[in-house]
């Protein structure tokens, strides 16, 4: 390379501008392809310039004019297809030394021609790729994908018109659906494969139903979550959930590859009585697992009970769709609601304890206990009871069965079994226990009849070898001998006398069996007792009568007509916020329009509870007459399951108080009932003092704790009464909800049927 300027020579590709003069240097083998620019074979037909001398800035500027249209024949691209290299830059100038070029000055430039040893590349004027943007979702991932079947996003929307469009798409990421099984009103059922455990199948169900109400939606939500944390091993484990981006919620559990009760009841027919007796049984134990866990089913029916034998000799039942329903009857699970479900209450313990003896009656007999196609008939025939016994249609069952299978459909729920438990244990006794002992008390009546009825529960080798062995054995054949063998024994009674105490023996039997199934029958059927914790001598109401109930269930609600002059509250979610939002309870009430009102108080202290509403009757110079605040306490649904807890509740309202009115003092707790047969435990107490004029002031109290009655209900109703000797009525502790106007505002309330 050499420099045109000064001619010094420099080693080719060792620099590109003269050091002395800064000039650009020349290649010595430019004969028309030194560069690769639009413009590298005109260059070196370009004279030297005195303009091209100057040191190239750091910022090359230059200006380009308009190109014509043609350049020869080959026509030139648009300006905004002119793409330079900054070598072709180079090439032509230096810079701001030069302010234009002149392209009619290079049309008549030729190029030089080329050395025999070159080829020479032919001039190129055509554009050159327009730029164009990048999309980053096009750019590869800088990591290996492992599974590309997870690009299909698992919140995309699930069409229920087109649920068999559904199978190929992975759920969440991580279950691919393989199949589509079915479905009905309340959800759709698909069998998927697991991504990550190998070779394990789930079924994921696309609920359908949408909750009755606000607080069903997060009682449902609250019990999904507890039953992610449960297992049992008659239960199905629920493995997750999630929502579509449509709003369609999903649930993913175990998959069982067996037949369900329904399958088996179609294909043939009745159950034997052991087969139902063990099924039963580990469902009712089961179900009392769940419902400690304040879990319940909602939807028990033999669609959603399995028959699994996969280890191949013993038979596990296993319990699915728990949290797959929110109790509504529909037509697939209408002939097995309880009364309550039917009127439109809320689901309970009692209510799944009435399912699932509609579904052991079913497996007995082969058919339904009531009958009807609508709410309103069934209804009807479940208050009547059901026209035929079980025992009526197979005479092989004992009459306890009957007994057990009627206390459990009561159309009463307070009169069914508190516990699935007890329930599933009765049932077997009565179906294996009671059958088994009257076979072996007494063989030889029909043994072979008795045998072929009841295969099941006793094999007929048994019964053969119960018969042998109740008879009395045969003595061996006396040697013939001299004098009698009758000689050496005892002589033997008449045979009369022997006839006469074995039939003794049998009624001694008898009635021994009728006085064990009297006493078991009354062991089954007793009423649960509870001792409540009281601090006073006796429970009393209001109206100081002694009260005597163990009645769990709530009563029904009460259609009350607004008193005049009065105004309705309603709590509503709407307005809380804080630990009164968490804890939410409904209920309503009616109170005077003259008397204060102060809207919802939430708890600034973790240890503190907050008041939904605080009403007051005021003096006309301001001081308080009678006042109500309404609350909420912890509770575990049901009067009994709190009983354990009101000695806490009336030491912390007693420390609480004692805080804020002088000379407090508890005068009385226990348990009371109010409008409409609503348990709540009383907590009465007084305080008062002298002001600093003189004048002596009273203040009677009570406090009230009243649970929801249902299991599973997280918080009941705290209230709170006060009234002050400023008021004319009320002259005594008694006297407080009882006389005056808090009176009419306690009757009105009324706590909400919907949890």
Same mark, same amino acid.
Not at 230 to 257: C, M, Q, W, Y
């Given at each position: 390379m050499y420099c045109p300027k000064c001619k010094q020579t420099f080693e080719e590709g060792s620099r590109r501008f003269c050091p002395t003069?800064?000039?650009?240097?020349?290649?010595?083998?430019?004969?028309?392809?030194?560069?690769?620019?639009v413009f590298a074979s005109l260059l070196p037909k370009i004279e030297t310039d005195s303009r091209f001398d100057e040191v190239l800035p750091e910022v090359p500027h230059f200006i380009i004019n308009e190109p014509e249209s043609e350049i020869g024949q080959t026509p030139l691209p648009a300006d905004d297809d002119f793409f330079f290299e900054l070598d072709d830059i180079d090439d032509l100038m230096a810079a701001d030394a030069v302010d234009e070029i002149d392209l009619d000055t290079l049309r008549d430039i030729e190029p030089a021609p080329a050395k025999p040893f070159e080829i020479l590349e032919p001039l190129d004027l055509a554009p050159r790729p327009v730029a164009r943007k990048i999309n980053p979702y096009e750019i590869p991932a800088g990591h290996v994908n492992l599974d590309i079947e997870r690009a299909v996003p698992f919140s995309i929307d699930f069409n229920e018109e087109e649920p068999e469009g559904f199978v190929g798409r992975i759920v969440k990421g991580r279950y691919k659906v393989t199949e589509f099984l079915g479905g009905d009103e309340s959800s759709i059922a698909f069998l998927a494969e697991d991504k990550i455990v190998e070779d394990r199948k789930v079924l994921v169900r696309i609920l359908l139903e949408d909750p009755a109400d606000e607080i069903i939606g997060s009682i449902l939500a609250e019990e999904r979550v507890s039953l992610s944390h449960?297992?049992?091993?008659?239960?199905?484990?629920?493995?997750?959930?999630?929502?579509?981006?449509?709003?369609?919620?999903?649930?993913?559990?175990?998959?069982?590859?067996a037949l369900s009760i329904a399958d088996i009841l179609n294909i043939h027919g009745q159950f034997s009585e052991q087969r139902t007796a063990r099924v039963i049984k580990q469902i009712a134990g089961a179900l009392s697992e769940a419902h400690q866990e304040g879990i319940l089913h909602r939807d028990l029916r033999p669609e959603n009970m399995?028959?699994?034998?996969?280890?191949?000799?013993?038979?596990?039942?296993?319990?699915?769709?728990?949290?797959?329903?929110?109790?509504?009857?529909?037509?697939?699970n209408?002939?097995?609601?309880?009364?309550?479900?039917?009127?439109?209450?809320?689901?309970?313990?009692?209510?799944?304890?009435?399912?699932?003896?509609?579904v052991a009656y079913e497996m007995l007999t082969g058919r339904l206990p009531f009958s009807g196609s609508t709410a309103k008939v069934l209804l009807r025939s479940q208050n009547s009871g059901y026209a035929v016994l079980p025992s009526e249609i197979r005479h092989e069952l004992a009459p306890t069965v009957d007994d057990v299978l009627k206390k459990a459909m009561s159309y009463s729920s307070a009169d069914r079994y508190t516990k699935a438990r007890d329930f599933g244990d009765a049932l077997f006794a009565a179906l294996t226990e009671v059958r088994a002992t009257a076979v072996a008390e007494f063989p030889a009546v029909q043994p072979i009849r008795v045998a072929a009825k009841t295969r099941a529960a006793v094999p007929v080798a048994a019964t053969i070898a119960a018969a042998t062995a109740a008879e009395p054995p045969k003595p061996a054949p006396a040697k013939v001998t001299a004098e009698p063998a009758w000689k050496n024994r005892s002589p033997e009674p008449p045979a009369e006398e022997t006839s006469r105490a074995k039939i003794f023996a049998v009624a001694g039997i008898l009635t021994l069996l009728v006085l064990l199934g009297l006493g078991w029958y009354y062991l089954v059927n007793i009423p649960e007792r509870i001792d409540v914790p009281q601090?006073?001598?006796?429970?009393?109401?209001?109206?100081?009568?002694?009260?005597?109930?163990?009645?769990?269930?709530?009563?029904?609600?009460?259609?009350?007509?607004?008193?005049p002059n009065t105004n309705f509250y309603q709590n509503s979610k709407s307005n809380l916020r804080g630990d009164l939002l968490r804890n939410f309870v409904g209920f309503t009430m009616f109170y005077p329009k003259d008397w204060k009102m102060n809207g919802p108080q939430p708890s600034n202290?973790?240890?503190?509870?907050?008041? @939904? #509403?605080?009403? &007051? *009757?005021? /003096?006309?110079d301001g001081r308080m007459q009678e006042q109500m605040l309404v609350g909420y306490y912890p509770s575990k649904g049901t009067f009994m399951m709190?009983?354990?807890?009101?000695?806490?509740?009336?030491?912390?309202?007693?420390?609480?108080?004692?805080?804020i009115l002088p000379g407090y003092q508890m005068v009385s707790s226990g348990e009371i009932k109010l409008n409409g047969e609503w348990r709540a435990y009383e907590i009465k107490f007084q305080a008062g003092g002298t002001s600093a004029s003189g004048e002596k002031l009273i203040v009677w109290g009570r406090?009230? @704790? #009243?649970?929801? &009655? *249902?299991? /599973?209900?997280?918080?009941?109703?705290?209230?709170?009464?006060?009234?002050?000797?400023?008021?004319?009525?009320?002259?005594?502790?008694?006297?407080?909800?009882v006389k005056g106007q808090l009176a009419q505002v306690l009757y009105s309330f009324e706590p909400s049927q919907n949890f």
């Open positions: 003069d800064g000039a650009r240097l020349i290649s010595d083998s430019i004969g028309g392809q030194a560069a690769a620019g449960f297992s049992h091993p008659n239960i199905a484990r629920l493995i997750d959930s999630g929502t579509f981006t449509n709003g369609k919620e999903f649930l993913v559990s175990e998959f069982f590859d399995i028959l699994d034998t996969a280890d191949g000799e013993n038979e596990q039942t296993i319990l699915v769709n728990f949290g797959a329903s929110n109790g509504q009857p529909t037509p697939q209408l002939p097995y609601k309880s009364p309550e479900i039917l009127e439109g209450r809320t689901a309970t313990i009692a209510s799944d304890v009435f399912s699932l003896a509609v601090q006073a001598e006796h429970v009393t109401d209001a109206n100081n009568a002694t009260i005597v109930s163990n009645t769990e269930m709530p009563p029904l609600a009460r259609t009350i007509q607004q008193p202290v973790p240890t503190a509870r907050g008041k @939904f #509403i605080d009403i &007051a *009757r005021l /003096a006309p709190d009983a354990d807890t009101f000695p806490q509740l009336v030491n912390e309202t007693n420390e609480t108080l004692k805080k406090r009230l @704790f #009243i649970p929801a &009655a *249902r299991p /599973a209900v997280r918080n009941g109703f705290e209230i709170t009464m006060l009234a002050t000797s400023l008021g004319e009525e009320i002259r005594s502790v008694d006297d407080v909800g």
